[in-house]
């Protein structure tokens, strides 16, 4: 077994820190938004160059916010710190609140733009679906996710998703 981190490498030229989810949802994003402003200007081929245009520069932003997000570098944080948050419960351990950080800190990356209320509904679903073995509901495990969220937006320069924090 391997106890190296995972050091995250693009699969087209090996360098560390790739982040496809990020790169992903900002290419997405911004290819529907250049498709529409390129087929209202230029109709059928306006379209195609919009999204072409729109998707190369979402991705690179998507790839922006998710490169400041080191999860090697988040698990370490809340592994030291758990303990000592208000919402832990005596018990209860690092294993448990580990997939509620994950899906906080991962969140800020995938919904890049958003505020936490606005998408609080999708990190639920994002939690229930992938929180494996942990003992915590969503009540109890979303205070864990707000924390590892509000922490990466703090990290990253300006206001990314416009909530005044």
Known sequence: MNNEPDANRDPI???????????????????????????AIGGPVGAAVGIAVGSVVGGLAGKSVAESIDPTVEDDYWRDRYVSEPYVEPGLGYNDYAPAYRTGYEGYGLYSGKTYDEIEPHLQRDYETKR???????EKAKHATRAAWDKVERAIPGDIDKDGK
Do not use: M, Q
């Open 13 to 39: 030229s090996g360098e560390p820190g790739a982040h496809p989810v990020g790169t992903g949802i900002g290419a997405a994003g911004a290819g529907a938004v250049g498709a529409a402003i390129g087929g």
């Open 132 to 138: 494996g073995g942990s003992n915590l509901n969503w």
